[in-house]
């Protein structure tokens, strides 16, 4: 993959990168041997990257080329938005307090040049920043408030012309350091076509992959000619360097692996799960209207809100399931057995939502989970209920997990209608990769929910498929990848 950096003069240029090559921002935007290049990076290390300017358009032009500019547009645009500032000044907020807590001015300047800087107490910030922004120069503005103390203030993207001369050999030798790192990071022992970013978080406590899966699906990518790299959530500012991001995280509307998932659809990356199954799957009540509407059999269903609650005994009856809109992995999923229960769970529900979801209580042994992606059943498991529980996990008093036993079935064994019911319900949300729980009561297929993040973990999914089930999912990667490139690819 070609690396260009690109300058207004590279006369003036004082580095020489090793495996990179120096152009002029003209001759890139001009010269058609760039036009036709793909796959590069693109390193924009322009005077200025105003509107319109050469160095937006370096930028610009990078991204219809199908190469990879650091900054990005989106980036460049996420600078000068006080909104998008704000946001990372939350996700900041401790770190910036720790490293500027020494300070007694009521202002301080940070310089970032290449995530590192001058005085090295103050990397670990800078490099964060850098991580959330990826651009090569900048100035973040820091304030001091007697209530809320350090904050955020604003963040400016500035030009080489720009660095206090007493910095210069420090920027030339991060520089350098930098460019030699990316020239030399991960496996280096074959040349990939394509990058695909696995976003992963290493402190959650009930992730959808285990460590080894992780792996089995980055070897994968390997055999494809594709190099997967685990990206954790404070590297959201990487994303335009991959060609493809895949969420290996429990996904949740408000929170930042939705804001990864729109950043990624946004950049024209090929993203699992994308921002419309995240909306649709991880809200119930959108659910259970969507099915219903589409005739797909679903537990008998109200949704419930402070006008409706009397209803429940009525059209649903006791026991019955209540849950969260955004409830997943068992948490926020309830069972009223009682009126005084049934009471007591509704108005805790509706104290954090306007409205919520009762459904009928269907006891069974154990529930399908049939995994679908592409349109395309890839696995089907039994998850049988945890020992004298009614769901397939429970957390004892300890706050110790139990779970219940799975069983993994090869696809054509399942029973053909719960793997039919499945596939009408994932129609319903997209092509993107599903696990659709559905309970069997007597002849009888029930959907309970579509989830788009699906649980993928070593010895339990894979045990049919084993390995293959990580290369088919790595290969709807690499045929989307190169079905975007080629519309993208002039004729």
């Known amino acids: 993959m070609a690396v260009l950096i690109v ?26 041997k760039y036009y036709r290049l793909r796959g590069a990076r693109v390193f924009n290390l322009c005077r200025s990257y105003r509107y319109q300017s050469t160095g937006y358009y370096v930028s610009l032009l990078a991204t219809a080329r199908g190469h990879k500019p650091i900054p990005s547009i989106e980036t460049i645009q996420d600078v000068k938005s006080s909104a998008i500032v704000r946001l990372a000044a939350d996700e900041l907020e401790d770190l910036v307090e720790k490293c500027l807590k020494p300070i007694q001015s009521r202002e301080f300047t940070l310089s970032i040049y290449f995530g590192r800087n001058l005085a090295k107490r103050y990397d670990r910030l800078a490099a964060y920043i850098f991580k959330l922004f990826q651009c090569p120069f900048m100035r973040a503005r820091f304030v001091y408030h007697e209530e809320d103390g350090w904050e955020l203030n604003s963040l400016r993207i500035i030009s080489a012309n ?114 419309e199954s995240i909306v649709r799957c991880g809200n119930k009540v959108y659910l259970a209207e969507l099915l219903d509407l589409h005739r797909v059999r679903i537990p008998k269903t109200l949704i419930v809100h402070k006008g409706n609650q009397e209803e429940i005994m009525q059209k649903i009856g006791l026991p019955c399931i209540l849950k969260q809109p955004d409830s997943s992995f068992s948490q926020g999923v309830f069972k009223a057995v009682t009126e005084a229960q049934l009471h007591e769970t509704i108005e805790q529900l509706l104290s954090e939502s306007d409205l919520i979801i009762a459904q009928e209580f269907l006891p069974t042994p154990y529930d399908w989970r049939v995994g679908i992606l592409d349109d395309t059943p890839l696995y089907a498991c039994r ?88 290369l088919r999912i790595m290969d709807v990667f690499l045929k989307r ?9 002039p004729k």
């Not at 695909?196 to 792996?215: H, Q, T, V």
């Not at 060609?243 to 509307?253: A, C, H, N, S, Y």
């Not at 990848?481 to 690819?489: T, Y």
């Open 162 to 275: 720009e660095i206090p001369e007493d910095h210069h050999d420090f920027v030339v030798q991060v520089t350098q350091e930098y460019f030699r790192r990316f020239r030399v990071s991960g496996p280096r022992r074959f040349t990939p076509r394509y990058d695909l970013a696995i976003l992963y978080n290493p402190k959650e406590e009930n992730p959808p992959s285990d460590e080894r899966a992780l792996e089995k699906f980055i070897r994968a990518a390997k055999k494809l000619d594709m190099r997967a790299e685990l990206i954790e959530p404070e590297e959201y500012g990487i994303l335009p360097q991959y060609d493809g991001l895949f969420i290996r995280e429990t996904t949740v509307v408000d929170h930042h692996t939705y804001r990864f998932s729109r950043r990624a659809f946004a950049e024209g990356m090929v993203v699992i799960d994308d921002p």
């Open 383 to 470: 998850y049988h209920m945890a020992n004298r529980h009614w769901q397939i996990q429970h957390k004892d008093r300890g706050g110790k997990t139990h779970y219940g036993k799975v069983d993994t079935i090869p696809i054509d064994e399942a029973p053909p209608h719960v793997v039919s019911t499945a596939l009408r319900a994932t129609k319903l949300i997209g092509d993107g990769l599903y696990g659709v729980d559905l309970k069997e009561a007597g002849r009888r297929t029930y959907v309970i929910e579509v989830n788009d993040n699906p649980s993928i973990e070593s010895g339990f999914e894979d045990r049919v498929l084993k390995d293959d089930l990580y």
């Open 481 to 489: 990848i190169e079905q975007q490139k080629e519309a993208r690819r």
């Open 7 to 32: 300058v207004n003069k590279p006369q003036n240029w004082p580095l020489k990168i090793p495996g990179g090559e120096v152009v002029a921002a003209r001759e890139y935007l001009t010269d058609p």
